[in-house]
């Protein structure tokens, strides 16, 4: 495997100044992680667990205040390099209200590769492609403000589609959005994973998208606390729920159930392995 | 007794206009007084014009909202007072702090409502009390508190106002696990103490779940279903065809009982679906003789 993004020893603090003393704060505190080329990536944490800042660092947003970040190589503190980075990870944001800049859906999908300076012929191939691969081609021509909360959000994500980045890193894009929207969102991260290798970073607070990913990072307090696989990590339920965080309702209930001495292996994830466990068990 | 009624209530967006659309169809229904009501429905489905038209943000194009039986917009002039006695919490509410102090934004309603200092302080004391602000953080400006601080002095501000309707329009947006139990736990306690009507409005399957008595299903500017929650809920296919879900633990003991087990319809909760569980498996282990 490829290494794609490489956080190497990072600390990020800032500076408060509160009445006459300066404080500072730290958010993120002697962090290592290595991001490999086209994994999907969930980043779990409490708020001010610091996993928004680390995601700011993941396109030079960000710049350590100790330590190194590379993106495909690329050292993020290189400031002639900020826009090879920019190219390379787009971020989404959790209201697309305010990733949306033009008034056809078409027109805001071709804004970031315009601003690139790609070719007119080539931009008009890009934003097809990239309203195709989030199911919103029909809807080319549409007012983005007349759209629901999950067309806009995937407008945004054609948008940065269309910039060809190798990455694409999602702040809880789904935190505003109904159940269908929320479903949507996540059908297009992970068809744009499996079908165009882009590597997915997915911050969230919902435990049944994180399930989704190949390896679930936890962090807190600026660190790092579980980082492995979904099952291996939602196994952790006590250290999660120590932490703020919660599990599916599926590995919660057998959880329990093994607590109270029912005897269970392995702990299911998602709804249909939990029914078929418990099948097996009254069986 | 019915603390809010509608009658034939129709609200248009833009009528007469080419961009006429129906946002709420002549609805018939009505609330108890001191229910938890939870409100869900798609984007667009109509939820959040309805709670506007219960407060007398928006007026009804056709029919009538009845508070206590009497017609929000008898008296046009008087409609500040409604606002007074229907609460609303906005989505991300925390926007709309812009006192100096967090003590001054929750006292902004009561001063309004031309209460004396001491019962306004009284009541903000009460509604940071609700909330679980400290009193340090009265004196603070609402900009250095923490995201989840702003949230809940938000809602002090509105609790601060002792509305009888209280209305929350998707309140744990964006707050991490345990601030969602946390805030629930506090507008739960709020309504066990106050014994007043809440209407939260939600995309949160599971929220809705562990708080509302009943819930109003919206759809395609109607009222799709309103009854109680485990009756709702017992609804899968119906309300993923409406773009809505039902909790994860709720899908999962419907499915065992569709595949035979003899499991009650409308489990809601992780608690609820383990008692019910070990019953059975002791059952199990005792007639099998194990």
């Given at each position: 495997?490829?290494?794609?993004?490489?956080?190497?020893?990072?600390?990020?603090?800032?500076?408060?100044?509160?009445?006459?003393?300066?404080?500072?704060?730290?958010?993120?505190?002697?962090?290592?992680?290595?991001?490999?080329?086209?994994?999907?990536?969930?980043?779990?944490?409490?708020?001010?667990?610091?996993?928004?800042?680390?995601?700011?660092?993941?396109?030079?947003?960000?710049?350590?205040?100790?330590?190194?970040?590379f993106?495909?190589?690329?050292?993020?503190?290189d400031?002639?390099?900020?826009?090879?980075?920019?190219?390379?990870?787009?971020?989404?944001?959790?209201?697309?209200?305010?990733?949306?800049?033009?008034?056809?859906?078409?027109?805001?999908?071709?804004?970031?590769?315009?601003?690139?300076?790609?070719?007119?012929?080539?931009?008009?191939k890009?934003?097809?492609?990239?309203?195709?691969?989030?199911?919103?081609?029909?809807?080319?021509?549409?007012?983005?403000?007349?759209?629901?909360?999950?067309?806009?959000?995937?407008?945004?994500?054609?948008?940065?589609?269309?910039?060809?980045?190798?990455?694409?890193?999602?702040?809880?894009?789904?935190?505003?959005?109904?159940?269908?929207?929320?479903?949507?969102?996540?059908?297009?991260?992970?068809?744009?994973?499996?079908?165009?290798?882009?590597?997915?970073?997915?911050?969230?607070?919902?435990?049944?998208?994180?399930?989704?990913?190949?390896?679930?990072?936890?962090?807190?307090?600026?660190?790092?606390?579980?980082?492995?696989?979904?099952?291996?990590?939602?196994?952790?339920?006590?250290?999660?729920?120590?932490?703020?965080?919660?599990?599916?309702?599926?590995?919660?209930?057998?959880h329990?159930?093994?607590?109270?001495?029912?005897?269970?292996?392995?702990?299911?994830?998602?709804?249909?392995?939990?029914?078929?466990?418990?099948?097996?068990?009254?069986? | 007794?019915?603390?809010?009624?509608?009658?034939?209530?129709?609200?248009?967006?833009?009528?007469?206009?080419?961009?006429?659309?129906?946002?709420?169809?002549?609805?018939?229904?009505?609330?108890?007084?001191?229910?938890?009501?939870?409100?869900?429905?798609?984007?667009?489905?109509?939820?959040?014009?309805?709670?506007?038209?219960?407060?007398?943000?928006?007026?009804?194009?056709?029919?009538?909202?009845?508070?206590?039986?009497?017609d929000?917009?008898?008296?046009?002039?008087?409609?500040?007072?409604?606002?007074?006695?229907?609460?609303?919490?906005?989505?991300?509410?925390?926007?709309?702090?812009?006192?100096?102090t967090?003590?001054?934004?929750?006292?902004f309603?009561?001063?309004?409502?031309?209460?004396?200092?001491?019962?306004?302080?009284?009541?903000?004391?009460?509604?940071?009390?609700?909330?679980?602000?400290?009193?340090?953080?009265?004196?603070?400006?609402?900009?250095?508190?923490?995201?989840?601080?702003?949230?809940?002095?938000?809602?002090?501000?509105?609790?601060?106002?002792?509305?009888?309707?209280?209305?929350?329009?998707?309140?744990?947006?964006?707050?991490d696990?345990m601030?969602?139990?946390?805030?629930?736990?506090?507008?739960?306690?709020?309504?066990?103490?106050?014994?007043?009507?809440?209407?939260?409005?939600?995309h949160?399957?599971?929220?809705?779940?562990?708080?509302?008595?009943?819930?109003?299903?919206?759809?395609?500017?109607?009222?799709a279903?309103?009854?109680?929650?485990?009756?709702?809920?017992?609804?899968?296919?119906?309300?993923?065809?409406?773009?809505?879900?039902?909790?994860?633990?709720?899908?999962?003991?419907?499915?065992?009982?569709?595949?035979?087990?003899?499991?009650?319809?409308?489990?809601?909760?992780?608690?609820?679906?383990l008692?019910?569980?070990?019953?059975?498996?002791?059952?199990?282990?005792?007639a099998h003789?194990?």
């Open positions: 495997m490829e290494a794609f993004i490489k956080a190497e020893h990072v600390s990020f603090h800032y500076e408060n100044e509160d009445e006459h003393q300066v404080v500072q704060k730290n958010v993120l505190e002697d962090l290592s992680l290595t991001i490999n080329k086209g994994e999907f990536v969930a980043i779990l944490g409490h708020n001010g667990s610091g996993k928004s800042t680390l995601a700011k660092h993941f396109n030079a947003m960000f710049l350590p205040s100790d330590g190194k970040v993106v495909d190589g690329i050292d993020t503190s400031e002639e390099k900020k826009y090879d980075i920019r190219t390379r990870v787009g971020l989404v944001l959790q209201n697309p209200d305010n990733q949306i800049v033009a008034s056809i859906v078409e027109e805001d999908v071709a804004f970031g590769p315009e601003n690139l300076g790609v070719p007119a012929e080539e931009i008009r890009r934003v097809d492609s990239a309203l195709k691969a989030v199911e919103m081609y029909e809807y080319r021509m549409h007012a983005p403000y007349k759209l629901s909360g999950g067309q806009k959000q995937r407008v945004a994500i054609a948008g940065v589609i269309a910039m060809e980045p190798s990455c694409i890193v999602l702040d809880e894009p789904t935190a505003m959005l109904d159940p269908r929207g929320r479903n949507e969102v996540l059908t297009t991260i992970e068809k744009l994973n499996r079908e165009k290798g882009i590597t997915i970073i997915l911050i969230t607070h919902y435990m049944d998208e994180a399930v989704k990913a190949d390896r679930v990072v936890v962090m807190d307090e600026g660190k790092i606390l579980l980082d492995g696989a979904p099952r291996e990590v939602f196994s952790h339920v006590e250290i999660l729920k120590k932490h703020r965080l919660d599990v599916p309702q599926a590995t919660e209930l057998m329990r159930l093994k607590s109270h001495g029912v005897n269970i292996n392995e702990m299911p994830l998602t709804a249909s392995e939990c029914i078929k466990q418990l099948e097996a068990i009254l069986k | 007794m019915n603390v809010l009624e509608t009658e034939n209530l129709r609200f248009v967006y833009g009528e007469n206009t080419p961009f006429e659309k129906v946002a709420v169809d002549n609805l018939n229904i009505s609330i108890e007084k001191g229910e938890f009501v939870g409100i869900i429905g798609h984007t667009g489905s109509g939820k959040s014009t309805l709670v506007q038209l219960f407060n007398g943000l928006l007026k009804p194009s056709t029919g009538r909202v009845l508070l206590n039986d009497v929000i917009w008898e008296k046009p002039k008087e409609i500040r007072k409604i606002r007074f006695q229907v609460g609303m919490v906005f989505q991300y509410p925390e926007y709309q702090l812009f006192e100096e967090v003590y001054k934004d929750i006292s309603g009561p001063k309004n409502m031309g209460l004396s200092d001491e019962e306004i302080d009284k009541r903000v004391r009460d509604a940071a009390k609700f909330v679980d602000l400290k009193d340090s953080l009265l004196e603070k400006s609402p900009f250095e508190l923490s995201g989840g601080e702003k949230r809940r002095a938000a809602i002090a501000g509105v609790l601060a106002m002792d509305p009888e309707v209280l209305i929350l329009d998707e309140p744990t947006a964006g707050l696990p601030g969602r139990d946390v805030l629930l736990s506090h507008i739960h306690a709020y309504h066990k103490t106050r014994q007043n009507t809440i209407l939260l409005v939600s949160s399957m599971e929220d809705i779940a562990r708080t509302a008595d009943r819930i109003l299903v919206m759809n395609e500017s109607k009222a279903m309103f009854s109680n929650t485990a009756e709702v809920f017992s609804h899968g296919k119906e309300l993923i065809e409406m773009g809505l879900q039902v909790p994860q633990i709720t899908r999962i003991m419907m499915s065992l009982r569709e595949h035979g087990y003899d499991i009650k319809p409308g489990i809601l909760t992780v608690e609820e679906a008692q019910v569980l070990l019953q059975k498996i002791e059952k199990e282990g005792a003789g194990s």
